[in-house]
């Protein structure tokens, strides 16, 4: 299951605590005092608490993203999205390299820690990621002798890059997961603007 699955799973979840608990406030109002009216307010500021906290878990979300830059991100070139994903790898300890711009035999970076290495290519893009990504990067573990590949992405995967990646053990970084990483490293900031990102 797919972290937006769960996103979606919750939010359903979500709604049926603020509709179940105004429809048994209603219930038991009605009941104790026999008026539809009284009951009908009574259901109705359980509602509006229910609203109010899903309100919040909305802005909370909302603001979660915004201090995870994505939009920044959205606004870089490929190559600069590769050079921020080394920055930010740097920061969780990792030793990175940033492939050359052309003939990368499908890794744009190799970044290393705790003696494993880490073939990762980098796609930038408002659309979904498709399969090409996962073969090209799973190509390159044999030429980098990588023990492990990874496509990291600012957008989604299409689900056959999904079952692609699952069957050949490469590592699908997407964009809630990009915004986690992002988040765990630098939970007060943004990233840098794009024109300043470089070698």
Excluded: C
């Excluded at 509602?47 to 919040?56: E, F, K, Q």
């Excluded at 915004?66 to 999205?81: E, L, V």
């Excluded at 890059?161 to 997961?177: F, G, I, M, Q």
């Amino acid at each position: 299951m797919t972290r937006k699955d769960k996103d979606d799973i919750s939010e359903i979840l979500w709604t049926g605590l603020v509709g179940l608990p105004a429809l048994a406030a209603f219930v038991i109002g009605f009941h104790l005092s026999h008026s539809a009216g009284t009951a009908g307010i009574i259901a109705g500021v359980i509602a509006g608490i229910g609203i109010g906290i899903l309100l919040l878990r909305r802005i909370s979300a909302d603001e979660k993203l915004k201090r995870s830059g994505t939009h920044d991100i959205d606004k870089m070139s490929g190559r600069q999205f590769e050079y921020y994903l080394g920055h930010l790898f740097r920061t969780q300890g990792y030793k990175v390299q940033v492939t050359r711009e052309s003939g990368d035999f499908g890794a744009d970076l190799i970044i290393q820690k705790d003696g494993k290495i880490i073939a990762v290519q980098a796609k930038r893009k408002k659309g979904s990621v498709g399969i090409d990504a996962v073969q090209e990067v799973q190509a390159s573990i044999a030429h980098y002798k990588a023990h492990e590949a990874w496509v990291v992405t600012n957008s989604r995967y299409t689900e056959a890059a999904k079952s692609l990646a699952r069957s050949n053990r490469v590592r699908l970084v997407d964009r809630n997961t990009l915004v986690e990483m992002i988040n765990k490293v630098n939970p007060k900031g943004l990233p840098s603007s794009p024109a300043s990102i470089d070698r």
